[in-house]
């Protein structure tokens, strides 16, 4: 089994479309939550979002695609930025690539003709090759990478909702752990923020319609939190054998060293209220890294800010953890972020390596006062200094997916 190294990380997000400004955000608590932009929400009861909203610079097939689905765009840029600090810039036979996203980005004003709805028109249309698809394809991203960067041995393309980038690079992890590839280049891509999806959480009642709370909408562990608030990015990592990449000489942020995946398939939208596929998560990654609990020293939570989720999180924590849960720093950094849904493990994954290269935790700011059932060691002061060697990623999703990640400082 082979030590796998993290040697490049990029990131686009509301907080941040460089891993320098993302990194410096959370651990200043600059929150990128506001009002939405991309569309007219004034018929919509929730009116916040964690938008990007800093330009990016794409190649001009990906900003075509981009203009029919943002996510696109976000998606490789992010790969772009994990390559070049990787010091790489082709995929080949001995890759691996796998992306997470959701669903697909749609145009209701496609089946709109003549001002009736006509699907056949959409299709036909469509099919002509002379515009984008009704649907844009899961894999348009994966795509496009292919397109630019050369094909690897494997590419996938993982919708499993909110854990979907952290199981690509549990994946990713253990293809390279057992030597079955080379270089593994791993992450997710999404945006939400459009009526269909801001309208679908809205009526799942997931999201919160405090609006003049602004940046402070979304509280995750806080008493008064009252929902979620939509992000959008997306995150890429480069993971390679450590003994390889140390030879060739290229840059070494962090060793992966476990994951555990379960499904609870408890509910559509509900997690289990007895928390115990997170716990199986969590202790599953533990196992695999062959730690015991007591190793980890910093938790990026799942945190949602909704009312359910965060108590379950919190009570299996606390159940995985009995023995050290109340000195383990617990971030939750969707406080500034929103939740970016499929890129969210991505996106989360590399906000723990923050306090491994830079000794400093990503502060969740808008935490003023613990629910009841919330008790952790929450991380709410800017500043907070980190010395540990492990920290644990968490992404639990709707339908019960869960997905947990085990990260190491490198010490040479």
């Known amino acids: 089994m082979k030590r796998v190294a993290?040697?490049?990380?990029?990131?686009?997000?509301?907080?941040?479309?460089?891993?320098?400004?993302?990194?410096?955000s959370l651990a200043e608590g600059a929150s990128g939550i506001g009002k939405i932009t991309r569309f007219d929400c004034s018929t919509f009861e929730v009116?916040?979002?964690g938008e990007v909203r800093q330009p990016m610079e794409l190649p001009e097939e990906v900003a075509r695609w981009a203009k029919a689905d943002v996510k696109l765009g976000f998606g490789y840029a992010a790969v772009r930025e994990a390559l070049q600090q990787a010091q790489r810039d082709h995929l080949d036979e001995d890759s691996l690539l796998h992306l997470g996203v959701s669903i697909e980005a749609f145009d209701p004003e496609h089946v709109i003709v003549d001002g009736k709805v006509d699907f056949g028109a959409a299709a036909e249309r469509s099919l002509s090759g002379t515009r984008h698809s009704l649907q844009v394809p899961l894999d348009q991203c994966t795509a496009l990478v292919i397109a630019r960067h050369g094909r690897p041995a494997r590419a996938l393309t993982n919708c499993s909702a909110c854990a979907a980038s952290a199981q690509a690079i549990g994946h990713g992890f253990r293809e390279v752990r057992a030597g079955r590839c080379q270089f593994a280049l791993c992450g997710g891509l999404d945006s939400m923020v459009n009526p269909l999806g801001v309208g679908g959480f809205q009526l799942l009642g997931a999201l919160t319609t405090e609006n003049e709370r602004g940046e402070s909408a979304c509280r995750p562990f806080d008493a008064s939190r009252s929902g979620t608030v939509l992000g959008e990015g997306a995150a890429a990592v480069v993971l390679e054998p450590l003994e390889k990449a140390r030879s060739d000489g290229r840059p070494i942020l962090a060793e992966v060293c476990g994951y555990g995946s379960t499904l609870d398939a408890h509910s559509l939208s509900a997690p289990d209220p007895e928390g115990e596929g997170a716990a199986r998560a969590m202790a599953a990654a533990l196992e695999d890294a062959r730690l015991p609990p007591e190793a980890i020293g910093h938790i990026n939570a799942h945190g949602t800010g909704t009312l359910l989720n965060d108590e379950v999180e919190a009570g299996a924590i606390r159940r995985v953890f009995s023995r050290c849960w109340e000195r383990i720093p617990v971030s939750a950094t969707k406080s500034l972020t929103g939740h970016m849904i499929a890129a969210a493990g991505?996106?989360?994954?590399?906000?723990?390596?923050?306090?491994?290269?830079?000794?400093?935790l990503p502060v969740n700011p808008f935490l003023y006062r613990v629910g009841r059932g919330c008790e952790l060691a929450h991380v709410t002061s800017r500043g907070m200094r980190?010395?540990?060697?492990?920290?644990?990623?968490?992404?639990?999703?709707?339908g019960g997916q869960n997905a947990s990640l085990v990260l190491r400082k490198y010490s040479g």
């Open 6 to 24: 993290v040697t490049g990380f990029g990131v686009i997000s509301p907080i941040g479309v460089r891993r320098e400004d993302f990194w410096q």
């Open 47 to 49: 009116r916040l979002a």
């Open 346 to 360: 991505a996106v989360e994954f590399g906000a723990c390596l923050l306090p491994l290269l830079r000794s400093v």
């Open 386 to 398: 980190f010395d540990g060697e492990y920290a644990l990623s968490n992404s639990f999703g709707f």
